[in-house]
């Protein structure tokens, strides 16, 4: 698959976001790659607010006519227009909209990236794995090596989420969750995580 535009996934709230956000977009868009930034092509709130207020909405239509119209554009370009995404991870606690943009990617069978330079986690040193996991733990943590792994996401046949969902078909068929065999579980997941 051919990656021609990326969808920056990542938090935008204050001016240190903006400018990582930005120094990503200059790095993709050097590499060759279109890119959908959503603080350059998206909406911003307040202004569509205002725009939509003219033509006589009243403040609660407005609200609701503004929050739908960022999320689908949001969801069409994840989903429909790029195709692939990068998910910047920096931050205390991962921005939600950067995340659930991150997993629309990767369910639409898209290749996903994470650049992640932060050290700060959850989990002993580790991020959530239902966030990393999406793209089989590989994290990159310098803005340069985006590029790259994108190009190495190019040349695989089968999406990271269809191998994911194959594994959990083998692995899973016979649990219960009423009786977790956790030694037979951990035997196949040393073949299917460690020798695979």
């Known amino acids: 698959m ?3 535009k990326v969808y ?4 935008l709230f204050n001016p240190k976001e903006l400018e990582l956000n930005q120094e990503i977009d200059d790095i993709l868009r050097r590499a060759g790659y279109e890119t959908f930034l959503p603080q350059r092509d998206g909406f911003l709130y307040v202004e ?3 725009q939509i207020k003219k033509v006589g909405c009243s403040d609660e239509e407005a609200e609701r006519i503004a929050l739908n119209l960022i999320t689908h554009l949001d969801v069409y370009e994840v989903c429909e227009d790029c195709d692939a995404t990068v998910l910047n991870l920096n931050g205390r606690v991962p921005d939600e909209g950067g995340v659930t943009e991150g997993g629309l ?3 639409s069978e898209k290749p996903l990236v994470i650049y992640k330079q932060d050290s700060r986690s959850l989990i002993m040193g580790k991020d959530n794995p239902l966030i990393t996991g999406l793209t089989g733990f590989n994290i990159v943590n310098k803005v340069d090596d985006i590029p790259l792994k994108l190009k190495e996401l190019e040349s695989l046949i089968e999406s990271a989420y269809s191998r994911m969902i194959k594994t959990a078909r083998l692995l899973f068929k016979d649990y219960d969750p009423q009786n977790k065999n956790l030694e037979a579980l951990a035997r196949m997941g040393g073949e299917y995580f460690l020798k695979g």
């Open 48 to 50: 569509l607010l205002k």
């Open 2 to 4: 051919k990656i021609k």
């Open 8 to 11: 920056i996934a990542s938090p």
């Open 105 to 107: 990617s990767f369910r």
